[in-house]
């Protein structure tokens, strides 16, 4: 049976883990029936590659202005994840 890690710094984003891969999971909530349901994102062989999937994904919920901008802000998030990650 697999297992997750929830960590509030990870929201809306959970890590499934089971003995062969971390799977990226995404919490979708949906506006007008008010619920929630799971979108698998991908699956990674390394914790690490799971991380870098989530700061990837959370890139997308905005437009950027230049190709500068969405660098920095990637390199942004994945340093917040990369502190967490590297703790462990």
Do not use: H
């Amino acid at each position: 049976m697999p297992n997750f890690i929830t960590d509030p710094a990870l929201d809306p984003y959970m890590i499934q883990i089971d003995e062969n891969n971390y799977a990226v999971v995404k919490n979708i909530a949906v506006e007008k029936s008010g619920k929630t349901y799971q979108q698998t994102l991908a699956f990674c062989s390394k914790l690490s590659s799971a991380v870098s999937k989530i700061a990837q994904d959370s890139l997308l919920d905005r437009d950027y202005s230049s190709v500068a901008e969405y660098v920095q802000e990637y390199e942004k998030i994945e340093q917040r994840l990369r502190t967490i990650t590297d703790k462990i």
